[in-house]
């Protein structure tokens, strides 16, 4: 089965990509690389660069070595804009699909992963309009032209019953190898809930795993061209009453980011309730009453929940978001590919 990693440190606030550990190039099948951005109507990686020149060094060098695994580069990411103006037209569709290929060919990455969150909306402050639901399937084809049709081209795709309303389904599944399901950051601005629950319970009505599979299998997208995603990370509630309870922007900002395993484990060994898991949902929180904060993540055993999920459900396999978020041990990624 697939197992993918996204890998945010280049440029990224989790530090920086500095290889990856040992024996995780065994454990892992594919590498994201996150992230380029579209700067002028061009793709570009000038943010690898911004603490010296040496901003690409070590995906160079796992380039030079990297075995079996399949290499992306991913484009885009929440809060990343630039690509409606760019898809507006057929000029602006090439010119970004063409330095986008360049880049590619340059560091020698197999294929391309695209993450234009989202086609036509705009919730994350990015320029949006109601053509960029097409224009996106347009530049997907331009960019299936350019790699060829045995150079893998895949997706990140949202959980919510939006993102899926607002794609050419039926026009990208046959040029798409993978959509990657963002299963994660699921949870409500207005109420402490869970952000990557598999499936539903009494306080994760709406937005979990297997709802998204459901989705995109009823829009047209077959089992073997899905991944689901797993979160290496928690999302963080701030001034709320326990879980389940009201959150808003009366409490403060909602929901926060925990900035990785180690830092999430720290937080429920300090926490007044320890680890709570939400059996139904198939995932964990961890509450402290004392600062009145959240957090939701996934931990070992809601992974080992979503790999057999995959393997019972005929999926392609699971990505994560995000590589630099497990320990020095690989104690997330290790869990999540031992049944697999």
């Known amino acids: 089965m697939i197992v993918s990693a996204y890998i945010a440190g280049i440029g990224h606030a989790t530090g920086g990509f500095r290889g990856l550990r040992p024996g995780d190039k065994e454990r892992l099948t594919h590498v994201n690389f996150a992230f380029a951005q579209v700067v002028d109507g061009k793709a570009s990686v000038a943010s690898w660069f911004r603490n010296g020149p040496d901003g690409d060094k070590y995906v160079r060098e796992l380039m030079k070595d990297k075995g079996n695994l399949v290499t992306l580069l991913s484009i885009g990411g929440w809060g990343a804009g630039g690509f409606s103006p760019a898809c507006m037209t057929e000029e602006g569709r090439e010119l970004l699909a063409q330095s986008y290929i360049d880049i590619i060919n340059d560091y020698g990455f197999d294929g391309a992963d695209l993450d234009w969150e989202f086609p036509g909306m705009g919730g994350s402050g990015i320029e949006a309009d109601p053509a960029d639901v097409h224009n996106y399937t347009l530049w997907v084809q331009k960019l299936r032209e350019k790699l060829g049709p ?23 599944v046959p040029i798409m190898d993978m959509f990657n399901m963002m299963t994660y950051d699921l949870c409500r601005f207005n109420r402490a809930t869970h952000h990557t629950a598999l499936y539903k319970s009494e306080i994760c009505d709406t937005n979990y795993g297997d709802n998204a599979v459901q989705l995109y299998l009823a829009a047209g997208v077959p089992r073997e061209k899905m991944t689901m995603g797993a979160a290496f990370y928690a999302r963080t ?40 898991y939400d059996e139904k949902a198939e995932a964990p929180y961890a509450f402290n009453a004392r600062t009145r904060e959240l957090y939701t993540f996934d931990n070992e055993r809601s992974l080992k929940a979503k790999a057999a999920y995959c393997k019972e459900n005929n999926l392609a396999g699971v990505m994560f978001w995000e590589y630099n978020c497990d320990d020095e041990d690989s104690t997330l990624l290790k869990c999540l590919v031992e049944d697999l």
């Open 237 to 276: 509630y701030k001034d709320v009453d326990g879980f389940n309870q009201p959150a808003g922007p009366e409490n403060g900002p909602h929901p926060g980011w925990s900035g990785g395993w180690k830092h999430t484990s720290e937080f429920v060994e300090k926490s007044t309730t320890g680890l709570v």
């Open 150 to 172: 045995d150079r893998p081209l895949t997706m990140a795709c949202g959980g919510h019953v939006k993102c899926v309303e607002m794609l050419e389904i039926d026009k990208l």
